[in-house]
Structures are given as C-alpha cells and as structure tokens.
C-alpha cells in the first residue's frame, strides 16, 4: 500500500516535470545552394561577425553535443527558448551597427560556426549560443 502512494504522488510530479519547459535546435545547413566565389564579382565585406543568445532555467539540465544544444527543464526564467534564431538576429544587428543597413544589398553569410557555453548546476542551467561568419556581398 505504501508503494502505491508513493506512486501516485511520483507520477504527477514526473509529469510536471517532463511537461515543462523543452528548447532544442540545431543550425542544420542542408540546403543544395552552390555559389562560386571564384568570379570577382563579389568582395568580403565582414569577418568574423559574433552573434549571441542566452537561455536560463530553473530545475533542469542542458547538453551540447554535435550540431545541437538542448535543453529540459521545469521553468524558463530568462533569455528565450529560440537561441539560433536570436543569435542570427543578434549577428545581423552587429553587422548593420558596424557597416550600415543591409536593406537592398546581395549580402549572404559564409564560414558560419558557433559555440555553446553550458552551465549546469543542482537547481540551474544556462545555454549560451555564439554563432560566427563572414558576409560577404555580391556585386551587379
């Protein structure tokens, strides 16, 4: 009897816990796009741009292995649960407080690659995601 109320109260709280919080993603570059930068019609315009996203949660863990960082967790206290395309969006920002707006130019990202940063404590874990590449603009 003493097993089936221990059960009982186990389940919900495994429910809760498995129905919080979840963020996934992975920078997935399967697309058949095949440019040639072997013509002079294009020129780097930026190096090494930096992007970044943060994500914080309360009761949970997070792992980064290959292309992926996932999260599990029970609450989200901070950041957001779209790390790669804040990240992007952070990087585009960078690039147009540096260089300019980017409206009505051929711009397109090459050599991207990033980086996560994971903090896992008892009762806290952060994912932090550094997206890298270079812009290179192509001319009429």
Known sequence: M??????????????VFLSGCSTGGALLSHNVTNVQLSDSKFKIVAKDLEGYSKAEYL???????????????????????????????NLWKNYE???????????????MRYDTDILNLFVYTQTELYLHADVVEFEE
């Open 59 to 89: 009761i949970g863990f997070s792992v980064s292995y290959g292309f992926m960082a996932n999260t599990m967790a029970l609450v989200r206290i901070g950041g957001s649960a779209t790390l790669y395309d804040d990240a992007i969006k």
């Open 2 to 15: 003493k097993q089936k109320a221990i059960l009982l109260m186990l389940i919900p709280a495994l429910l």
């Open 97 to 111: 407080e540096k260089y300019g707006e980017t409206e009505g130019k051929k711009l397109v990202l090459v050599n």
